[in-house]
Each structure stands twice: as C-alpha cells, then as structure tokens.
C-alpha cells in the first residue's frame, strides 16, 4: 500500500529531517504531528501519508486505525540549474533541488 509524490520543489535533506519523525509511527497520529510541524516539508509528506492511508482503505479494505507507517523514502529528483550574475561578468551558479517521495504503509501485526 503505497503513494507516491514526485518532483517536489524542496530539497531531499529537508525532507529527510520531517520524514525521521514519524517513520514507524501510526498512520493517524503521524498526519496529526505533520499537521502541527513548522516545516514545509511537513505538508506535502502528510499529503502523501494521507494517499497512501486512503489506497489501502480503498483498495485493500484495510482499517485506517490498523495502519502504521511502514517505509518512507526520500530520493533526489531532477536538479533545476539556475545562475546568479556576479562581477566582472561571472557567474555562480545556484542548485534548485527537488525530491521524491514514496510512503508505504502497512498493518501492525499483532
């Protein structure tokens, strides 16, 4: 039971930081602690954990109170190369990063 996001416009290292959180953690609780975390990569990774709760309530007829958070992968996705002019007609260059993200969830064996 899976969802996947992709190309994400904020780096895989910050995402990697709010994904730490909840890995292993129910899969109601972990949207209600995104819910309240001041980091924007909390919104769409809760997004995510949202669609992979409602394919497994969907497709697999699963309880959503059962499911816990099993795999969260973040990977780097395609890297937008942008230029910042500086003096005597140089320039550096500047790295607009982009992640992927896929959550697998599955049911705590009891």
Known sequence: MKAFLRGIRISSK???LVADLVRGKPALWAMDFL????????????QTIR???????QNFKQEPK???VSKIIVNEGPTLKRSRPVSRGRSHPIMKR???ITVEVAVRAT
């Open 14 to 16: 910050k995402v990697n």
């Open 35 to 46: 819910r309240f975390t001041p980091k924007r990569s909390a919104k769409p990774l809760m």
């Open 51 to 57: 669609s992979a709760v409602s394919n497994a309530q």
């Open 66 to 68: 059962e499911l816990y």
């Open 98 to 100: 982009t992640s992927h």
